[in-house]
């Protein structure tokens, strides 16, 4: 079934699998699995091109048992809505029982066999096979993306019609199970879009405002109706991982009226999408929430969806276009900075006007700028109108306003740490004005939180958190923070959700919680930073291997975005969810850019590169 050549050394009749590229039909020919108990590969797909169409080829009367799972396994790999073909190589029992969309397993190749004999059930109307590999990872039934490893190991058991003679699959594993080439080229991923249910996006004048617009990726099928996929996917609520801190302004029970119709844009790219009696009732304010919870989800996909109309009961709730979706709420990857910052010459903040091409950057206003204290790291809040910086010895935290004028005073946080690695990480503010930074003291690790960047550090509890944070990056969300953390010498990108609870009118705890591993193969991170609403863009290497930057999501799975170019020397790394702007690395004592499709260029001299976040 997966891609992968390498030794396959298949033997055998070919069997023949169509193809379909850019109206093209193809034949490809596929070598069946041998009769022999050894490991083989099955390789299903003749090149790995999202616009290639896998149309599956029925079972033929004189079918072996291999053939008949071999051509199980390469339907797997089309693109039919409810894998028709597919469940023609099953039993007419296990074609009721089996449930596809239960999950799908992916695996480093093709999916290897195992000719089992031994087995009491193997006699001339019976026959055993193990499907065999290497795990990679799991999707599961909410379509949510998390890595795996270890062997694949699942029987497969086939038995021989009586009338026919025919053989047939009568035991399987529930799901699918593909390599990742496969994979990749069948399935795409998609961010959902859900509010904060905790936090709210502020104003420049720092007022409470719109509900911050939440990314939940999700992998639906791409030649299979993404459109609707997506759609059915957002209606049925955030998956479990996110659940906690997010809310969906559909209401429980919404579901599309017409379940076998395709939601199509029509020549406008408007989208009509008929609801349920659920949804009759709702207010304007809601159901605008609920369009633009579409139209975000949606804005990536082919074709375009500029608009979108909710009906119920025959009659239009409301409709709501692209640019009045920015209205409703707000998303990191719509609000773009008006700098970019660093730390340049006498170790005080300077700054340049974000995407421009600039290299004499400017001294911002007020005492982090005139260099009042030397400064080792900063962090510039989302409104811009303040910061937060490290001194050069790593031990004290200041916080100041970036107006002409304002003074700095005593640092709000100090660490008691011996030495500058292990004192204070740089800082990062989320959506919400509050401040982010962990202190590295062997003694007392902390993460810690400074309501509006002053008063009494409060303790983030961390429960399942094993290793020491390195790193600190909320996102602009609000309700997801990225930590760099070190154990035995590992340092690992940890992705959680904070969790926020307490009275009314009394300090309220924050948790993170959740946290797992985007990044399982990467031996050493050194950097990250926030690429997107569910993307970050990470600096490490693997086992054995040099350094390297490219793109994570939150998920774990490696997006479809083009690799950054190679960069030396890389100690800081600097991008905005706004996929506009050109990363920004500090290398070799410089600071540089990579604006889209040109190579790294360089800007000044400098340190510490930072968007506001």
């Not at 206003?365 to 989302?382: I, M, T």
Request: hydrophobic residues 35%.
């Amino acid at each position: 079934m997966g891609a992968d050549r390498e030794g396959s050394g298949r033997r055998g009749p070919a069997r023949a699998v169509t193809y379909a590229v850019c109206g093209v039909v193809l034949l490809a020919g596929c070598a069946s699995m041998p009769d022999s108990g050894d490991l083989r590969g099955v390789e299903s797909t003749p090149r790995q091109d999202p616009q290639v169409r896998v149309f599956a080829m029925p079972p033929r009367e004189d079918d072996s048992p291999t053939e008949i799972v071999q051509g199980f396994l390469e339907a797997l790999t089309s693109n039919e809505p409810q894998y028709e073909t597919a469940r023609k190589y099953l039993t007419g029992e296990a074609a009721k029982t089996w449930r596809p969309e239960r999950s799908t397993t992916v695996l480093t190749g093709g999916p290897g066999t195992e000719s089992d004999h031994s087995g009491s059930r193997d006699d001339a109307d019976g026959y055993s096979v193990t499907l065999t590999g290497t795990r990679v990872a799991t999707v599961d039934a909410e379509q949510s993306y998390a890595p795996a490893d270890g062997q694949y190991r699942e029987p497969v058991h086939l038995t021989r019609d009586n009338k026919s003679g025919q053989w047939r699959i009568d035991v399987l594993p529930q799901g699918v199970i593909m390599g990742r080439s496969d994979f990749q080229r069948t399935y795409m991923s998609v961010n959902k879009y859900y509010f904060a249910s905790n936090t709210a996006a502020t104003t420049p004048a720092g007022t409470s405002a719109q509900p911050a617009a939440v990314a939940d990726p999700v992998y639906v099928r791409r030649l299979v109706d993404p459109v609707t996929q997506v759609v059915r996917s957002l209606i049925s609520g955030p998956t479990r991982r996110l659940g906690p801190v997010v809310r969906s302004s559909f209401p429980p029970g919404t579901a599309l009226a017409k379940t076998g119709d395709s939601l199509t844009p029509d020549e406008h790219n408007k989208l009509v999408v008929p609801l349920n009696d659920r949804v009759a009732r709702v207010g304007s304010e809601k159901c605008d929430e609920m369009a633009a919870q579409l139209l975000f989800s949606l804005q990536n996909l082919t074709p375009v969806v500029d608009e979108v109309e909710l009906r119920s009961g025959g009659r239009q709730l409301c409709s709501l276009t692209e640019d009045r979706a920015e209205a409703v709420a707000t998303r990191g990857s719509a609000q773009r900075p008006d700098y970019l910052y660093f730390i340049g010459g006498e170790n005080r903040l300077v700054r340049i006007a974000a995407g421009s091409n600039g290299t004499r950057p400017d001294r911002v206003p007020g005492a982090l700028g005139e260099g009042v204290v030397g400064l080792r790291s900063v962090a510039v809040s989302r409104d811009e109108h303040s910061a937060a910086a490290i001194g050069l010895d790593n031990k004290a935290l200041y916080v100041g306003s970036l107006v002409s004028g304002g003074s700095l005073g005593d640092p709000v946080l100090v660490s008691k740490g011996k030495t500058e690695e292990n004192r204070l990480t740089p800082p990062s503010w989320d959506a919400q004005g509050d401040l982010w930074i962990a202190d590295r003291d062997p003694a007392d690790s902390r993460l810690l939180l400074l309501k509006e960047g002053k008063g009494e550090p409060v303790e983030v509890r961390t429960p399942g958190l094993d290793g020491r944070v390195q790193a600190v990056r909320v996102a602009a969300d609000g309700v997801r923070i990225a930590l760099i953390v070190e154990k035995d010498g590992k340092r690992s990108l940890l992705i959680g959700r904070i969790e926020r609870d307490g009275e009314a009118g009394e300090p309220s705890a924050v948790t993170v919680l959740g946290l797992r591993s985007a990044t399982p193969e990467l031996e050493e991170v050194t950097a990250m930073s926030w690429a997107g609403d569910s993307r970050l863009v990470v600096v490490g290497r693997e086992r054995g291997g040099v350094q390297q930057i490219g793109y994570v999501q939150v998920d774990g799975s490696t997006p479809e975005a083009s690799v950054p170019a190679a960069l030396t020397g890389v100690k800081e790394i600097a991008a905005t969810e706004d996929e506009r702007l050109p990363l920004v690395a500090y290398s070799e004592n410089l600071i540089v850019r990579l604006p889209s499709g040109l190579q790294w260029q360089k800007v000044t001299e400098g340190t510490a590169p930072v968007y506001p976040g």
